[in-house]
């Protein structure tokens, strides 16, 4: 039971816009803590996708980008690419677990 | 560039202990912290813990005090994940990972627990 929940899929066809809903609550996500999001693309290892307020390390293009409200957060992919196609993971930290990292479950984006 | 390498994969029985390695390149080891992560098989990520290769402090997973060891070698920029009392619920893929925003990762070491 992951402290974060994300929905288990989602899916969308090349061209389209997609979003992947990360929630928490007041001691992770609500908090001052940042959320960081990860693409794990088959058989091979996570890769950071976007940091805190929409950073996005070399190489990852602006189709890409966060979104955070309240005790949510949310990913969203525009122009999907058959490429997108992988798992998706939303992180950030909890205050009731003394600051100790937190995962979401994941979301597997299937690119119809 | 930065990118970590991390050990082989190993088979363990199970009670025994296994020791991951995560050799860091491209950058000033001791300052960045070293997370660790483990993916069972079919599952999403799991924080073990983490460890500052500078100091030595760690930090661990409340799940994990206990059976878990962090360390490091500074002399050839090495951390260290050992895991002890395995049981077959410790199968999985371990990560090593730099920094809070785990960046990079290495490309992950599988452990096996099987009697």
């Known amino acids: 039971q992951s402290v974060l929940t994300q929905a288990p899929s989602v899916s969308g066809a090349p061209g389209q816009r997609v979003t992947i809903s990360c929630t928490g609550s007041?001691?992770?996500?609500?908090?001052?803590?940042?959320v960081h999001w990860y693409q794990q693309l088959p058989g091979t290892a996570p890769k950071l996708l976007i940091y805190?307020?929409?950073n996005r390390p070399s190489g990852v293009p602006d189709r890409f980008s966060v979104s955070k409200s309240g005790t949510s957060a949310s990913l969203a992919i525009t122009g999907l690419q058959a490429e997108d196609e992988a798992d998706y993971y939303c992180q950030s930290y909890d205050s009731s677990l003394s600051g100790s990292v937190v995962f979401g479950g994941g979301t597997k984006l299937t690119v119809l | 560039q930065v990118h970590l390498v991390q050990s082989g994969g190993e088979v363990k029985k199970p009670g025994a202990s296994v020791k991951v390695s995560c050799k860091a390149f491209?950058?000033?080891?001791?300052?960045?912290?070293i997370y660790w992560v483990r993916q069972g098989p079919g599952q999403g990520l799991e924080w073990m813990g983490w460890?500052?290769?500078?100091?030595?402090?760690?930090n661990s997973a409340q799940k994990f005090q206990g059976r878990v060891t962090m360390t490091r070698d500074t002399s050839i920029s090495t951390a260290y994940l050992e895991l002890t009392r395995l049981t077959s619920d410790d199968t999985a893929v371990y990560y090593c990972?730099?920094?809070?925003?785990?960046?990079?990762w290495g490309q992950g070491t599988l452990v096996i627990v099987s009697s």
């Open positions: 007041s001691s992770n996500i609500g908090s001052p803590y940042e």
């Open positions: 990972a730099r920094n809070s925003t785990l960046d990079p």
């Open positions: 805190g307020n929409n």
């Open positions: 460890i500052n290769p500078d100091n030595g402090d760690t």
């Open positions: 491209g950058y000033s080891f001791t300052g960045f912290e």
